[in-house]
């Protein structure tokens, strides 16, 4: 059912745990975020959960930061550039949690617990071995207030968990899967801050979402065993719930359960990657990635395929969100990454095949990149590719294997003269263009009874001698008449070694 909520100015929040690098999930989660922001003209904010200090990763945040530039999904208030409800890194916050929690425990949906690990442990054993749900099971949620808080001045270690109703049950609305209850009876005392006074995340995420005004919660479909602990915690304040939106989750390529570390470090190895970081450095766009993983759980109908981040801003609609979880499909990517690689303006597919150029060593210039890119758009998967395909443009010379001159079914000296042919006709050509060259060795190979594969491949083999490249005549046009005709020469020398 859509809200009246998606179409107001949207306030959300894209809010990772700094504990790795940002992946394609991560991605996604950011990029729905992004889009209603865009589309209803409010705010996407960028949030940093990084209370938990044993999984903290002190590179993480710079990733996060530059994989989202790279992806072009800017955030409106966030760690780095501040806002008007920050701070925006949840270790900063500290002092606005101490209240909230002061005011559940003051109002009897909370309390100190100071029960010691063992304690829990045991209790925990015991209710396994009487085959029931373990749960919080101590003396702590009866405590009387004044006991529990002596106890606390008189600084004995504690935690303070929610008080969980333990009769009834809670109906929350998921704007993917509707309506579901949940069992009170089946939920715990959860710790909501820990003993080193730090809220854990089902305290600091649902304050800051309140305190950040947050009209949708998107987020990974892992989380929806937490919505009904998100949900009271809301409703024990009295706030008004944010629309909730988990998210399916993305399978292995094989479809067979949830991507794993190891998974996720072979995959490395092939080439593939689930990391942001990684994509570009492979030879992905943005655009392509973009694309490829809004798909991967939302649909706009059931054709259309090629979205700009702009096309998806206005078509972006929660109501198509998919909840089943997608096999990542690495095919796809290619073919998305393909499809916007086409659809870049020539000197913008240069600029970015510039980088891959210069580290293959060769001495590449926009103006030639810009002139080849045209002929090659349609060819190229990814931009690593890029020098495989133009290395022939900007070398001094090439040398080409003397037995890949000889054409398919003619014999050496058959080659040479043929080859030898051609290139006289090339040097008389008045005008070194595609057009004229084609016309003309097309008549060639007409006159000597050749096929233009034979022909062709052979001038092919001089001129790039490489295992791919662009379409004959255009590459000869960009390469020039000089270097053609002295590679041609240096060709039929290579043929006389074999004559
Ligand atoms: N910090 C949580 C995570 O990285 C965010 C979950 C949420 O968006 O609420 O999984």
New binding site residues.
Partial sequence: MPSPRDHQPVRV?????P?GLLHLG?AR?AMYNYLLARQTGGQFILRI?DTDQKRYDPTAEQDIIDSLHWLGLQWDEGPDVGGPHGPYRQSERKALYQPLAAQLIENGQAFYCFCSREELEASRNEQKARGVQARYAGPCRDLSPEEAQARVAAGAEHVIRFKMPREGSITVTDRLRGDITFENRNLDDSVIVKSDGLPV?HLA?MAD?YLMKITH????E??LPSLPLHAHIYRAFGWTEPEWVHLSLFLKPSGKGKMSKRETEAMRLTGQTIFVKEMGALGFLPEGVLNWVALMGWSYDDSTEFFTLEDLVSKFTIDRLNPSNAAIDFKKLDHFNSLHLRALPPEELARRCMPFLVAAGLPADLETVTRIAPIIRERMVTLDEAPDWMAFFFKDKVEPAPESLIAKDLTAAESRAALARATAELEALPEWTHTAMEEKLRALVEELGLKAGQLFGLVRNATAAQPVSPPLFESMEILGREVTLARLKYALGLLETLT
């Fill in positions: 929040r894209f809010a990772p745990s504990t991560g989660t959960e995340y995420a979402d919660v998107f987020r990974g892992e989380w």
